[in-house]
């Protein structure tokens, strides 16, 4: 089994689907989790709260460490792999062949800009929340304010009040987009679903399934920063401490007065 996994081509695709498949599961999970977010930041920090320093949220976080390398090293191997049996050519087939999608051609580029997002993201995020209560620490401070490690709704808002974070955001969603989109449909693919009635089906799915999971993600980046142009609502911790009179509950993700 463990050679099947390794040295077969087959192989080290059925661990790209397996692994593949669960982030999106995953994704479905956060970005299910961060609409919350966008109805009441109470509800959203009782989620975080729960999904703290747990030692089932740490199982979880080690597991999903464990998926995104697993999938990211056999990526590396696959594409090398192809490298050497078609040198420059990826796929036997040129740029214009109609039906090979651009993003197909750049799985592993996308892939490195995700993993790229995904390292500012756990550092906007997750060092200041997860690694802050492993730590024993009660919160940090954030932009010149103190964010409790469970407070993920005013980490949003601070994130999101800077347009270099909306942007880099917005970069990285798109990124996931394509690379989603290809890989929902090569993972079906690989596992052998993808016959001529399925194949236009299947895509359509990966298509859908990628705009849900980005437009969700979307969502939160843009609403919070369109919130945060009404006055100090960008600093979510002034909303918590009453100091921002000018905010709707809507500009303050929630935070009662
Ligand atoms: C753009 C909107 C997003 C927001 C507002 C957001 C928010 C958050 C927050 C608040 C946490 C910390 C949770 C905690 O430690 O309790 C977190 C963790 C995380 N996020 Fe996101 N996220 C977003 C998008 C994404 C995307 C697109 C990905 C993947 C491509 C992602 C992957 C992760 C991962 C892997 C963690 C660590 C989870 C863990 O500790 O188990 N996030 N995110």
């Not at 993920?152 to 999101?160: D, E, H, K, N, P």
Request: with cysteine; charged share 10%.
């Amino acid at each position: 089994m463990s050679c099947f996994l390794c040295n077969s081509s087959l192989g080290k695709k059925l661990v790209m689907s397996v692994t593949g498949c669960c982030l999106v599961l995953f994704l479905l999970f956060h970005m299910s989790m961060n609409l919350v977010a966008l109805i009441s930041a109470d509800a959203y920090n009782t989620i975080c709260s729960l999904l703290g320093a747990n030692w089932y949220a740490l199982v979880a976080t080690a597991g999903l460490a464990a998926l995104v390398v697993l999938h990211f090293v056999y990526a590396l191997i696959l594409t090398i792999n192809n490298y050497r049996a078609r040198g420059t050519q990826r796929y036997a087939v040129t740029a214009n062949e109609p039906g090979v999608e651009w993003s197909s051609k750049n799985m592993l580029v996308l892939g490195v800009i995700v993993v790229l997002g995904l390292g500012v993201h756990l550092m906007h995020f997750w060092s200041k929340m997860m690694l802050v209560e492993l730590m024993g620490a009660e919160g940090s401070m954030v932009g010149g304010e103190f964010i409790h490690a469970t407070d993920g709704a005013a980490l949003i808002a601070f994130t999101f009040s800077k347009w270099y974070n909306v942007v880099i955001y917005l970069v990285w969603l798109a990124a996931l987009w394509f690379h989603l989109n290809h890989g929902v449909w090569s993972m079906v693919q690989t596992v052998g679903w993808a016959n001529d009635t399925w194949y236009p089906r299947i895509k359509c799915i990966a298509k859908i399934v990628s705009t849900l999971v980005v437009l969700g993600f979307a969502a939160v980046v843009v609403a919070f920063f369109v919130c945060s142009l009404c006055g100090d609502c960008g600093s979510a911790a002034a909303c918590a401490a009453d100091a921002c009179n000018a905010c709707t509950d809507a500009c303050c993700a929630g935070h009662t007065h």
